[in-house]
């Protein structure tokens, strides 16, 4: 199984930046495609970003141009840099990955606990 701990979330204006990051631990076989959702209050949980693990990244087109998504395999990390953050920018940031589990290779999806970010207009 894979365990995700996410950290980096806060209070910012609005303009700022923040940078979450994501660490991935555990016993599994490979992680794929690594994410980054968030959920405003009584709104679904949406994808924000992901990128698979050679690369390719895909993002919400709210945050084309302000948010960045990055990882490092060896690591087994992925980072959410945001910047010119606004309000509507405010939720619950979820890390996510899918992942192969190690002894019967069954693919799998692993969420972490969630990181709040707020933006002050």
């Known amino acids: 199984q894979?365990?995700?701990v996410e950290s980096g979330g806060g209070l910012v204006q609005a303009?700022?930046?923040l940078r979450l990051s994501c660490a991935a631990s555990g016993r599994f076989f490979s992680i794929n495609t690594m994410g980054w959702?968030?959920?405003a209050p009584g709104k679904q949980r949406e994808l924000v970003a992901s990128i698979t693990s050679d690369?390719?990244?895909n993002y919400a087109e709210s945050v084309?141009?302000?948010f960045a998504v990055s990882r490092d395999n060896a690591k087994n990390t992925v980072t959410l840099q945001m910047n010119s953050l606004k309000s509507e920018d405010t939720a619950v940031y979820y890390c996510n990955a899918d992942f192969v589990t190690w002894g019967t290779r069954r693919p799998l999806t692993s969420w972490g606990?969630?990181?709040q970010v707020t933006v002050s207009s």
């Open 2 to 4: 894979v365990q995700l």
């Open 64 to 66: 084309k141009g302000r």
């Open 37 to 39: 959702y968030r959920q």
């Open 55 to 57: 690369g390719r990244t």
């Open 113 to 115: 606990q969630g990181t």
């Open 15 to 17: 303009g700022g930046s």
